[in-house]
């Protein structure tokens, strides 16, 4: 038994020694040079081990009741290690110091406790464990009062959203008696009590995931820190409250009156993100809005009810993470400093060919531009929608779907007309900066993967 809770969560167990091992070095003022390669390290390894763990088929329940160890888990936590550790060469370089890194590994651990949660109280731990550290990290080494006004923004969202999930964790358990994720969603069938804790859950996880009208002050939040955390909270945060929210709702059908308000939610979010963002200047704020219109297509994909639910999720948080973390080194790269003004990109494929060219490519494929794999993320959640009778609501959302690409066009065209001032000349690789060149050729070659071999990850999850 021991052995066997060991091996079932080795990627935590790993996570969790590097975050005593980099407390450790804080403490003693010592090996921040280590920190970086030793993160990558830990983060190869546990997808390695979760890789090795589903081509044996493996499954467990360490924790009854509590923790179980499942494909969905599996792939789950690959999705989410694997983006941490793209990110972690990409955004953190390596003068970013042992305390950025340590609350990205607490942040990650978080994501895996909830993947793998079978109860809501691991799952509500695993929540407050991935929130908490980027509060720290939007003020962490930034000196500005947008900072703390954003940090202190989002704490505030994010307290609420606690709320609204305990207050429904309640009426569940009042209602069916237990806090194991299958019987609360069992229970929302069961009356007004059940549909009502199934609302408030829902309602907390749409605030974590900043889905409209519940984002608040998710753009200011974004918007006051820097661009490394704004591409952490775009994309593994976002990504792995949308999983956790998989992992509670599985491939069961919902309500009649849910389904109906999580589709209206959906195209609305989708058209505000969309339509907000073309009229936004600066980079970190139109990656808000964006990331709005984002969480509405993920949320579409709730609506579905044959069965491709999880498929279709696990496959566009996956894609939409790793572009949203390389647009963001990319942009990093081509940015004097903290500039943030779109005007920084005008004529940038002059001066830097290959990140103003990465750059292009991912914001296309946000754009869901084809034969991308945003498109493909977007096709296989239109497809599940539709298969399952929303074809008005689909027609919808994929019409506001292509108000993005106004916005994002607007970025390719800055990035390759000609500059009206002289060419900026290319800055020297320091450190930093080649930690985030290697970052960025390691997600563009994961999204190619994505691209030309989309089989790859549908064969992952084909047993589910």
Known sequence: MPADFFYA?????????????????????????????LF???AGAGCAVLLLQLA????????????????????????????GCIYGVCCLSSDAGIKSRLLLGASLLGALVMLDSAGFISLFLGIEL?????????????GLSSASEGAFKYLLLSAVASGLILFGLSLGYGSCGTLAIGDFVAATADGPLGLAACALVLSGFFLKAAVFPFHGWAPD???????????????????AVVLALVRILGEAPLPSELDGAIIVLAVLSIFYGNVTAIRQGAFRRLLAYSSIAHGGYMIFALADAGGGRVEALLYYVAVYAVTTIVACTCFGLLAQGEADELEVLDGAFAARPLPALLLAVSVLSLAGI?????????????KSVIASGHLVPAVLAFAGSYLGVVYYLGIVYRLFRPATAPARPARPALPAARWAFGGMLLGSAVLMLFMVAPGVFHRLLGGL
């Open 221 to 239: 939040a974004y918007a006051g820190a820097r661009l490394p955390v704004t591409a952490l909270l775009a994309s593994i945060v976002k990504g």
């Open 370 to 382: 084809p034969p991308l794999p945003g498109f493909l993320a977007k096709f296989f959640i239109f």
């Open 130 to 142: 991935l929130s908490l550290p980027a509060f720290a990290l939007m003020v962490h080494r930034c």
């Open 9 to 37: 969560l080795l990627p935590e167990q790993l996570l969790l020694a590097l975050l005593v091992t980099l407390m450790l070095c804080e403490i003693l003022g010592r090996g921040a040079r280590l920190a970086g390669p």
């Open 56 to 83: 044996q088929g493996y499954g467990a329940a360490p924790v009854p009741g509590e923790i179980v160890i499942d494909r969905f888990a599996l792939l789950g936590r690959l999705v989410i290690l694997g983006c």
């Open 40 to 42: 990558t390290l830990v």
